[in-house]
């Protein structure tokens, strides 16, 4: 069994990925907007790209295989509607938001190193994981490729804003924790007894994650949102009591446009949640941001709100599933009345139809096994899962690298 894992290599993973849609370093960030509006995706790669004089006058961080023959094109990180939002939201942008939109996208890149890394094809199974528990996020992967003179003269006609990465022949695509953990569900009867195992047995529930209380202006929480967001998690939503509310999570504020920068800037964490929840933001919170924005002084970022904010209601939400882990061997059901609110949450008419996600937050229990974990969090496509006692207390969280660790362990163990 081990054996068949250990000789499995990244490309077995790639198979029918898409290739990656890309920006260049110096694609502004209104640029950016338009081409995340119009993604099926919730992240766009961004990449430098390095020529000589051959390379295609017109090259918007674009390569192709005629005119790339020296250089190299690299992937140096990822943007998301989160990171356009969080940006807005700081105090020299807030006064003249359109003037913040006319910088390069590489103001939105954190200075974190490793959070992308090239990989070749032929790379194991296990280095990837252990590229993933060091800290990298994405790992691009090169897809080969062959492009005819006619499909590159059409490939060069179709060049927009977001068109995919070629560079000598070669189209990329990145893998994810989540691709991983997919994989590993697929051949999960390989490790039995360990699925069937408690998080709470297997001990990797966490108890370092951020929260913020319901109460709270959001605004005073934007470095631990932007932070949830570089490390792929979220921001419990709790009160006095330490209940679990709900939570501030960058998977859900993804799902929305730039114009909630006004709602952090102005309401309160529980507040805030309503806003972004299901169904678009209730009319009286639309009018208290509006009525604090001018207060404040900010006409500026009044005018952007009122020019991006579209509140239809009738863009589609994909209803979300049970808020706990189904896991029959504990008999365990989750409390997650005290979680859940009504309401469908509504994107701006200028998305495209994807699945947005609701601010109630995802449960289960220290007692739910590790398979039901990674069923509920693949459903939900998350990288985590709130662990929550009977009285809905927050008790930890439980991550994808940590789940990750176990299965690295497991092959060790089995080699």
């Known amino acids: 069994m081990a054996v068949s894992l250990l000789a499995r290599e990244i490309s077995d993973l790639c198979l029918g990925k898409p290739a990656l849609r890309s920006l260049s370093l110096t694609t502004t960030i209104t640029e950016a907007l338009f081409a995340l509006k119009n993604s099926d995706d919730n992240f766009l790669s961004v990449w430098s790209c390095e020529h000589t004089a051959k390379t295609n006058k017109d090259y918007r961080g674009n390569c192709e295989e005629d005119g790339c023959d020296v250089g190299e094109c690299k992937c140096v990180g990822k943007v998301s509607m989160v990171d356009v939002i969080c940006y807005l939201c700081k105090d020299e942008n807030l006064l003249s938001p359109s003037d913040a939109l006319k910088a390069p996208v590489s103001v939105l890149l954190p200075e974190i190193p490793g959070m992308v890394v090239h990989v070749e094809p032929t790379s194991s199974l296990l280095d990837a994981i252990d590229l993933i528990l060091q800290g990298a996020k994405n790992l691009v992967v090169p897809i080969k490729t062959r492009y005819s003179s006619s499909s590159r003269r059409k490939q060069h006609q179709k060049l927009s804003i977001t ?12 893998l994810t924790q989540e691709d991983i953990i997919r994989f590993f569900l697929g051949s999960i009867g390989l490790f039995a007894p360990l699925p069937a195992l408690s998080i709470d047995t297997l001990g990797i529930i966490s108890t370092d994650y951020l929260t913020i209380d319901y109460h709270s202006p959001a605004i005073s929480e934007l470095e631990a949102i932007s932070g949830s967001l570089a490390d792929e ?3 419990a939503v709790i009160d006095s009591d330490g209940i679990l509310i709900g939570e501030l999570s960058p998977f859900t504020l993804a799902c929305c446009d730039e114009s909630v920068a006004a709602a952090i800037t102005t309401l309160s964490s529980g507040d805030l949640m309503a806003y972004i929840d299901c169904g ?3 009319e009286d919170l639309v009018n208290l941001v509006m009525t604090r924005l001018k207060g404040r002084g900010l006409e ?4 952007e709100f009122t020019n991006s904010s579209c509140y239809s209601t009738t863009s ?3 209803s979300q599933s049970s808020s706990s882990s189904s896991d029959e061997e504990s008999g365990s059901s989750t409390p997650v009345s005290a979680l859940q609110r009504p309401g469908k949450y509504s994107r701006s008419m200028s998305y495209s139809a994807r699945m947005v996600r609701r601010a109630e937050a995802i449960v289960c229990h220290p007692k739910s096994s590790l398979v039901a974990v990674m069923i509920q969090a693949i459903a939900h496509r998350l990288n985590y899962v709130w662990v929550i006692e009977d009285d809905c207390s927050l008790v930890g969280i439980v991550r994808f690298c940590d789940v990750l660790k176990v299965f690295r362990e497991s092959i060790e163990d089995m080699a």
């Open 163 to 174: 068109s995919p990465t070629i560079h000598n022949g070669r189209e990329f695509c990145w």
């Open 233 to 235: 998690n979220s921001v």
């Open 280 to 282: 678009g933001p209730p």
């Open 300 to 303: 500026a970022m009044l005018q």
């Open 316 to 318: 589609s939400c994909h």
